[in-house]
Nanobody, 125 residues
Framework: QVQLVESGGGLVQAGDSLRLSCAAS??????MAWFRQAPGKEREFVAA????????QYAGSVKGRFTISRDNPRNAVSLQMNSLKPEDTAVYYC????????????????????WGQGTQVTVSS
């Protein structure tokens, strides 16, 4: 069983930056991802990173503004969010898979087995 704990959310203005962190219990060299869910909307993919950081993938809406990275010795993954927009407002969730997937990255909610409790990001205009 893997436990994930997100941190770093908050209230910022449009154009500001935030860095989200996700700490995983135990060693988990599996793909990890960030998703987000805005009020009244379905949870959506934001970014994913392979087990060794060699591959990354981003949603089109955040590509060029967000950067996902991981620190395996610390069992952590981060999401650097720059040039934030009001439409980035959502609860952000960290997720990981149960099975090793090499450098292949998944973008579906159902593809991930463990989830954190989420951290709120609010971007004011």
């Amino acid at each position: 069983q893997v436990q994930l704990v997100e941190s770093g959310g908050g209230l910022v203005q449009a154009g500001d930056s935030l860095r989200l962190s996700c700490a995983a219990s135990g060693r988990s060299f599996k793909a990890m991802a960030w998703f987000r869910q805005a009020p009244g909307k379905e949870r959506e993919f934001v970014a994913a990173i392979s087990w060794n950081g060699g591959s990354t993938q981003y949603a089109g809406s955040v590509k060029g503004r967000f950067t996902i990275s991981r620190d395996n010795p610390r069992n952590a993954v981060s999401l650097q969010m720059n040039s934030l927009k009001p439409e980035d407002t959502a609860v952000y969730y960290c997720a990981t898979k149960n099975l090793f997937s090499g450098n292949y990255l998944y973008t579906g909610v159902k593809d991930y087995d463990y989830w954190g409790q989420g951290t709120q990001v609010t971007v004011s205009s």
